[in-house]
């Protein structure tokens, strides 16, 4: 009988840990991968966030265990919005989002002890409503954003200054579970 294949998570991310769970899922380990996230010259969203997923992954690279890793972009066009690390930055980030539809993009990759590295991408669309200053003033004071992609994290307040999002929530929340089910499934994960 093969022992069942173990999981480790490369990402600090409580979110993700607390998604995965949803799969049923426990990391063995949490081994938070630290690459250069700077995008390259031109390169398009959808490439730079597949492309830091598979890095995150191959950085944490482990013979014993299958790594998980993921990254989500936030995309204003071909725009690719910082992850808010200052209140000037966040508040930037969400007048531009105001009344606008943007993509997240999320992006995942399981690298199998063997090797072998499979990836996923979901693309959510949202749209903000047109938000007032007071209303921008409010979630900054709130904290939320910080170290969050385009300045926001839809599992907290601002979800209820979202008007509509078109795809999957839990990979605007940073891990998207069809994707990263059918991942873990492939590798040959007993999930539900």
Same mark, same amino acid.
């Given at each position: 009988?093969?022992?069942?294949?173990?999981?480790?998570?490369?990402?600090?991310?409580? /979110?993700? #840990?607390? *998604?995965? $769970?949803?799969?049923?899922?426990? %990391?063995?380990?949490?081994?938070?991968?630290?690459?250069? +996230? !700077?995008?390259?010259?031109?390169?398009?969203?959808?490439?730079?966030?597949?492309?830091?997923?598979?890095?995150?992954?191959?950085?944490?690279?482990?013979?014993?265990?299958?790594?998980?890793?993921?990254?989500?972009?936030?995309?204003?066009?071909?725009?690719?919005?910082?992850?808010?690390?200052?209140?000037?930055?966040?508040?930037?980030?969400?007048?531009?989002?105001?009344?606008? /539809?943007? #993509?997240? *993009?999320? $992006?995942?990759?399981?690298?199998? %002890?063997?090797?072998?590295?499979?990836?996923?991408?979901? +693309? !959510?669309?949202?749209?903000?409503?047109?938000?007032?200053?007071?209303?921008?003033?409010?979630?900054?004071?709130?904290?939320?954003?910080?170290?969050?992609?385009?300045?926001?994290?839809?599992?907290?307040?601002?979800?209820?200054?979202?008007?509509?999002?078109?795809?999957?929530?839990?990979?605007?929340?940073?891990?998207?579970?069809?994707?990263?089910?059918?991942?873990?499934?492939?590798?040959?994960?007993? *999930?539900?």
């Amino acid at each position: 009988m093969s022992t069942p294949p173990t999981l480790v998570l490369a990402s600090a991310s409580p /979110r993700r #840990r607390e *998604l995965l $769970a949803r799969l049923g899922v426990e %990391p063995a380990q949490v081994v938070p991968a630290d690459i250069d +996230e !700077t995008p390259e010259p031109r390169e398009i969203p959808r490439n730079y966030a597949v492309r830091v997923a598979r890095e995150k992954a191959l950085a944490a690279a482990s013979q014993q265990h299958h790594v998980l890793a993921g990254d989500t972009v936030v995309a204003l066009g071909r725009r690719i919005l910082p992850k808010a690390d200052d209140e000037a930055t966040a508040r930037r980030c969400l007048e531009l989002l105001s009344g606008r /539809r943007h #993509r997240v *993009l999320s $992006a995942i990759a399981l690298r199998s %002890p063997d090797g072998t590295l499979r990836e996923r991408l979901s +693309e !959510t669309i949202v749209r903000f409503k047109n938000l007032s200053r007071t209303e921008i003033d409010a979630y900054l004071d709130g904290g939320e954003w910080h170290g969050k992609a385009g300045g926001y994290a839809i599992q907290g307040s601002a979800e209820g200054l979202i008007a509509w999002i078109g795809g999957s929530h839990s990979g605007v929340v940073g891990l998207p579970l069809f994707e990263t089910r059918a991942l873990l499934k492939a590798a040959g994960f007993a *999930l539900g």
